[in-house]
């Protein structure tokens, strides 16, 4: 039981670095089960790998949670207000993938989870990335501040995110590249897309827990807890070094990171 608890550490590592980062952290799971395999049984290991998510999302609530609070006494009635609309555009935004993830969750994971998908994935947008910094440099934002974005801006963030439900694209690479090609700065591009991962991967985790059963045995218990765990403690230190090295750099590194990865991924597996 140890080692499979030291597993789950190393994989709740993984989980909470590459969930925040562009650099897509169903490519790195994939990867890495290939030499950290839990004696799981499948179906426990396909929710494992979803559910340790929760984790990851607990760590925005934390870092963020005074911008996210529309409770606080400290904080005037414009402020609240300001907050209730955030997460109007926040759920107006999550609704595309919200309905596509659930209508062909089934099918997505049957013909495109896998390291062919993923390898492909990874490099296109690692590429996509190089452009889309290339052709914004220089350029001014129009949206420099999350509290300012446009419901039709944040709406098209949205559309963006569906694009996620490819394994190997990296939900906050899809919404970042989004947030970028709509005239959001780094920070808000990185900002928004943390928020937008709060119901959505809430949805998603509840998804396969109703899939796999609420009926879990100690060990199962042990397990996701440990990943959970290590997932959000570890999101929170990477959540806090996005947004700070986006202040002053570009994402062109997590571009050629994912090429890189990607060959590997494809060599390996191919």
Not at 108 to 119: G, K, R
Not at 139 to 161: E, M, R, W
Not at 186 to 197: C, D, I, K, P, S
Not at 211 to 235: D, P, Q, R, T, W
Request: charged content about 15%; glycine content about 8%.
């Amino acid at each position: 039981m140890i080692i499979e608890i030291l597993k789950t550490l190393i994989l709740g590592i993984i989980e909470g670095i590459t969930e925040w980062l562009p650099i897509s952290s169903t490519g790195h799971l994939i990867l890495a089960q290939e030499f950290i395999k839990l004696n799981m049984t499948d179906e426990f290991c396909e929710m494992f790998d979803v559910i340790i998510q929760l984790g990851a999302i607990l760590a925005v609530l934390v870092v963020f949670f005074e911008k996210l609070n529309p409770f606080s006494r400290k904080k005037t009635k414009p402020e609240r207000e300001s907050i209730y609309i955030l997460w109007f555009k926040v759920i107006i935004a999550c609704i595309p993938a919200g309905v596509i993830g659930i209508l062909f969750d089934d099918l997505l994971d049957e013909y495109l989870y896998n390291s062919l998908t993923v390898a492909i994935m990874l490099i296109l947008y690692g590429v996509i990335f190089i452009i889309v910094e290339s052709l914004n440099k220089g350029k001014k934002p129009k949206y420099a501040y999350t509290d300012n974005l446009p419901l039709s801006v944040a709406f098209g963030i949205g559309l963006f995110q569906v694009l996620a439900l490819i394994p190997g694209t990296s939900r906050s690479g899809a919404t970042i590249i989004g947030g970028l090609l709509l005239g959001c700065s780094r920070y808000v591009a990185a900002e928004f897309t943390f928020f937008l991962a709060i119901p959505v991967m809430f949805g998603a985790s509840l998804v396969k827990l109703l899939k796999f059963g609420l009926v879990f045995s100690s060990s199962e218990i042990v397990i996701l807890a440990v990943g959970m765990i290590s997932s959000f403690v570890v999101s929170i230190l990477a959540i806090k070094f996005l947004m700070g090295y986006v202040k002053s750099h570009d994402f062109k590194v997590f571009g050629i990171y994912r090429i890189i990865l990607g060959i590997i991924v494809l060599l390996y597996f191919m």
